[in-house]
């Protein structure tokens, strides 16, 4: 059965999530288990720590009350020493009690923690004891009796600084336990947590070596082909390796080369027959430059004779204009008679305008500039053929034209000398 690389991922993703889970679960629960211990064993010690210390106070409140009775002798101080000590019972009581939450450290500390229980209820007979030996009237004793008394309660005081000390001593070797029992459990989980690492190595290890034998070679392999394609060098197929996306891949490579090769062919033949037809192209494009060049030779040509410039005299040019004038007319005008002026150095200049069936303000301008760059020159120019038409639309535009000289038609212009029309 072949799986495919979808499957094969999806069973590498899954054997790492149940990895991860394992790890996760387990610290989970150690660290619900060592909180649970820690705040257990933490309650508890300070639960008993303040037992410990109200058996320590009540206790020195009953010694206290008893010295008092004694020197004084009021009953009301015996019966504050009756109700200390039946408080003492009950804390002694409660103290005994809490062995219970030790458990998990029995076998450490039941020995000291049975001292302690010991030590706490001979100390409740000694007080009660005590507490039995006052007499009802306490000035009948004897100066014996009393040391006697005094030597007791100070006897008692020496037993409850030791149990203090024993019971604190016996709280901190519980916490050194504990800390113990958390370390260990804390080891116990890092030595999980290190298997499952080396078992998440170990299956990572296995997945490179795989995707390095099933799909980098193969992938390498298919890049090879690929370079020798493209140089055109790849004639035979390339072997597949497997019947899954790589498997697929390499038979489409094969397809695909066996259509290059054989589209190869035929773009050679289509190429041979392109070239052909781009020779006759450039065969073709050349005659069509050759056919511009005259054209353009032509187009200059009638664009000289559209405003040609026509000597009459040794100092005399005519330019006779016929059809519209655009700004480029108007500029070829400019051009033409300022060539032909400073070419035959003529001082007249003739503009004919009998043909030009328009003029508007710009062509009047046009018309002023060639007249004021001939003057440059040293030419005067005369306006020739001005018609009742364009005169009357002259006026109407208030173009003023008064500083160049005009005539009626060209015999006019050609037979004055000066004078202004």
């Known amino acids: 059965m072949s799986w495919s690389l979808t499957r094969k991922t999806a069973m590498i993703a899954v054997a790492y999530l149940v990895i991860l889970s394992i790890l996760a679960t387990d610290l989970t629960f150690t660290v619900i288990e060592i909180q649970k211990i820690a705040n257990d064993v933490n309650q508890s010690i300070v639960e008993d720590v303040q037992t410990v210390g109200e058996v320590s106070l009540t206790l020195q409140q009953i010694l206290t009350e008893a010295v008092s009775y004694v020197q004084t002798g009021d009953p009301g101080e015996y019966e ?3 109700e200390f000590l039946q408080k003492l019972e ?30 706490a209820v001979a100390i409740l007979n000694a007080a009660q004891r005590l507490h039995d030996r006052l007499p009802t009237d306490p000035e009948g004793l004897t100066d014996e009796q009393r040391e006697a008394i005094y030597a007791e309660i100070e006897t008692i005081e020496e037993q409850r600084e030791s149990f203090t000390e024993q019971a604190n001593a016996h709280f901190a070797d519980i ?30 290890a296995g997945v490179l070596w795989l995707i390095e034998r099933h799909i980098v070679r193969p992938l390498r392999s298919l890049t090879n082909a690929a370079g ?17 996306e790589i498997g697929a891949l390499q038979q489409t490579f094969n397809r695909m080369a066996a259509t290059i090769r054989r589209q190869t062919g035929d773009l050679e033949a289509h190429y041979q027959e392109i070239k052909q037809a781009r020779d006759a192209l450039d065969v073709a494009h050349q005659q069509a430059l050759e056919q ?7 187009q200059e040509a009638i664009r000289e004779l559209s405003v040609p410039v026509l000597p009459v005299s040794h100092d005399t040019l005519v330019m006779p204009l016929v059809g519209a004038l655009d700004s480029a007319r108007l500029l070829q005008v400019q051009e033409q008679a300022l060539e032909r002026l400073a070419a035959t150095r003529a001082r007249r200049l003739l503009l004919d305008i009998t043909g030009v069936p328009i003029v508007d303000s710009h062509v009047a301008q046009g018309l002023i500039r060639v007249v004021q760059a001939a003057r440059l020159l040293g030419a005067e120019v005369t306006l020739i053929g001005v018609r009742p038409e364009v005169a009357q639309s002259i006026v109407g535009l208030g173009i003023n034209l008064s500083h160049i000289r005009t005539c009626r038609d060209l015999q006019s212009g050609l037979s004055r000398n000066g004078g202004r029309a």
């Open 175 to 204: 916490r050194n336990v504990a800390r113990q029992h958390i370390a260990d459990d804390v080891a116990l989980t890092f030595g999980g947590i290190a298997l499952a690492l080396a078992a998440m190595v170990a299956l990572t």
């Open 80 to 82: 504050e020493s009756a």
């Open 90 to 119: 009950e804390t002694v009581a409660r103290l005994r009690g809490s062995e219970a939450v030790y458990r998990d450290f029995l076998d450490n500390t039941a020995q000291h923690d049975g001292l302690i229980a010991q030590e």
């Open 228 to 244: 020798s394609l493209a140089e055109g060098r790849l004639e035979g197929e390339l072997p597949v390796t497997s019947n899954d």
């Open 292 to 298: 511009l060049a005259v054209i353009q030779r032509q």
